[in-house]
């Protein structure tokens, strides 16, 4: 079973070096110890979710609270060149969540959230700043569990018009349509830049949204006979984007 990851302050993984001792405190020092029952000797790694990290082994537990960590090995994950991007529409209820964690397991850079015009979930207010942490929480939980060392980055949620300049400048864009000619399986792709999938709700992306993406530059593509619910729709073609890139070679 591989090491479990814990959340460290760039600053101390930047300055370790093997035989080091870094401390994990604070929330993520709390579940090492009470939650997780790690014990000296045991394996981890640490990482600020940018692409900075470290494997080690428990040195010492201190109290309830907190572990020093014996440095092995210092990790880095550089930024890709070619970035998956999937700006997904506003689900009901909490598949935004599901979607958030499922992207993040199998690799996706980015995730922004998008109120299109046939979402019946709205982010207002207070409201809609609670729905983002969460969103941002469950990108930052589910890198830890899938082992990532750079968490994906959860924007500011975006209007139509917003998400037709991302796409503007994505070295390519891709709108999933079920009635879309090209499929996303033999699109061509761009040696680096971002790679912009368009998610939308459950009703669909409207023709006028569709007509704004496509003065952007980007194109409806299906996935395939089937018809993916919103919140699987970016998983599937987050994964089938990856392998093409080489990232799950």
Not at 99 to 121: F, H, K, N, Y
Request: overall charge neutral; glycine content about 12%; some cysteine.
């Amino acid at each position: 079973m591989t090491a479990p990851v814990f959340v460290a302050g760039t600053a101390a993984l930047a300055a370790a070096v093997p035989g080091a001792l870094v401390r994990l405190d604070g929330a993520e020092g709390r579940h090492a110890v009470a939650v997780r029952r790690l014990a000296v000797g045991e394996q981890l790694v640490l990482t600020d979710g940018e692409g900075l990290g470290v494997s080690g082994t428990v040195a010492e537990v201190v109290g309830k609270e907190a572990l020093e960590v014996r440095v092995a090995e210092a990790l880095a994950e550089p930024e890709p060149t070619l970035r998956v991007v999937v700006v997904q529409a506003l689900p009901k209820g909490d598949r935004g969540e599901l979607a958030v964690e499922l992207m993040t397991e199998v690799g996706v850079d980015q995730v922004v959230p998008w109120a299109a015009s046939r979402c019946i979930t709205q982010w207002k207010g207070d409201r809609g700043q609670k729905a983002l942490g969460k969103w941002r929480a469950t990108a930052r939980e589910a890198g830890k569990q899938s082992r990532r060392l750079r968490f994906p980055v959860v924007r500011e949620p975006m209007s139509t018009r917003q998400v037709a300049e991302l796409l503007s400048g994505a070295a390519l864009g891709a709108v999933l349509h079920e009635e879309g000619a090209l499929p996303l399986a033999s699109a061509g792709l761009p040696e680096q830049g971002e790679l912009v999938l368009v998610v939308g709700p459950e009703g669909g992306v409207s023709p006028d949204e569709l007509a704004r993406f496509a003065e952007a530059g980007a194109a409806p593509y299906r996935l395939g006979s089937t018809v993916l619910r919103t919140s699987t729709a970016g998983v599937a073609a987050g994964a089938l984007l990856l392998g093409r890139t080489g990232r799950w070679g």
